[in-house]
């Protein structure tokens, strides 16, 4: 029997045993998709779980409800997220929320993961100076001059004429937004903020945020983290900033513990097959299991830890949650970072 079909036989036995446990659902993050695939992930989730809007979280965050719900994402704002992966989820009558990279909406740059992965399918081997951990490492400027100067030094160029390469314009993310789907900010550029100076990363997020409002006239955005990497500083940022929620990619399940400036997200990716991304939940459900995509492991277990103590007798949580701004401004001490 091949490792698929043990997940596919697998996969909704783990997943109908942890289900009657679990409280409130999941938040889902993904990139780029055919309308095929966008059909088979739809179809493993509709199966377990209601699909809400993004307006709809607060809400289902504390309702009690039979089925445990499943807000699924689209971070980056590729062009095939308009043009395939959206008609074919209105087609089915599934919501879904788009975090796009403000900076990047019509222009002609491509993503500096783009060109990395150009550069990767053109020399087969990464040189040193190209070793995809080590350049997340790095601030964003030296990152895309490094890029770039391989790029040129190759010959090598995204291809812009693909839409899972290609960012969408601003005219086909209102067009997303007037059809029912939510766009929210994946900052301005996609920089990992914690790479950043503490003031770059608060211009990019409020940037962002503002822009979105702006071109969407959505009045509080959701904002996502690139590369998940972020502390509770800019997560409140980005709630004075006025987002409605901030979401990370802590690979857990969500409920009515989780402040709205830190609500976890599990990825998935585009081959997943059915029995995979059950598979890949139920391990979520347990909260401990799976490894952060931001690059720091298993270290969300000791926040949730923390966030667990703390909730209890925190006059900074509650104050967090009532008033970000001001919470912000009086960031403790005792924050993990
Ligand atoms: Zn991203």
């Known amino acids: 029997m091949s490792f698929r079909r043990v997940l596919d036989v697998a996969g909704p036995l783990c997943l109908a045993s942890v289900r009657p446990f679990k409280a409130g659902g999941v938040i889902i993050y993904e990139h780029v998709l055919n309308r095929e695939q966008t059909r ?21 965050l504390r309702a009690q409800s039979k089925k445990p719900f499943c ?6 704002g590729k062009r095939s997220n308009a043009t395939v992966v ?6 089915l009558g599934v919501p879904a929320a788009f975090f796009v990279v403000t900076g990047a909406l019509g222009s002609n740059t491509p993503f500096w993961f783009d060109r990395y992965w150009a550069l990767l399918a053109k020399l087969r081997v990464v040189p040193k100076e190209l070793d995809l951990h080590a350049l997340k490492q790095l601030p964003y400027s030296v990152l895309t001059a490094r ?20 960012p969408m314009s601003w005219d086909e993310a209102r067009r997303l ?5 939510s766009i929210g900010a994946h900052g301005h550029m996609h920089a ?25 006239g959505e009045p509080s955005p959701a904002f996502a ?21 901030v979401l990370n990619t802590e690979p857990t399940w969500v409920d009515d513990t989780f ?45 949730r830890r923390f966030r667990d103590r703390a909730s209890g007798n925190s006059d900074f949580y509650t104050q967090a949650a009532a008033d970000p701004a001001q919470a912000a401004s009086q960031r403790a001490l005792e924050l993990p970072q």
């Open 40 to 60: 088979r992930h739809v179809e493993a989730l509709g199966r377990w779980f209601d699909f809400i809007r993004l307006g709809d979280l607060p809400h289902r």
């Open 71 to 76: 807000l699924l994402t689209f971070d980056d």
């Open 86 to 91: 959206a008609p074919e989820l209105k087609r």
């Open 147 to 166: 890029i770039g100067q391989a790029c040129a030094r190759h010959g090598v160029e995204a291809d812009l004429s693909n839409d899972d390469i290609r």
């Open 177 to 181: 937004d007037q059809q029912g789907f």
């Open 192 to 216: 990992i903020l914690t790479r950043e100076t503490r003031s770059e990363a608060f211009e990019n997020i409020a940037r962002s945020l503002a822009t979105v409002r702006q071109e969407t």
């Open 225 to 245: 983290f690139p590369n998940g990497n972020y502390t509770p500083e800019l997560a409140l940022h980005a709630m004075s900033c006025g987002a409605g929620a």
């Open 259 to 303: 402040p709205l400036w830190r609500l976890p997200r599990v990825q998935l990716f585009s081959d997943h097959g059915r029995g995979v991304i059950q598979f890949k939940l139920a391990l979520a459900a347990t909260g401990r299991i799976l490894n952060n995509p931001d690059g720091t492991g298993r270290n969300y277990r000791a926040m």
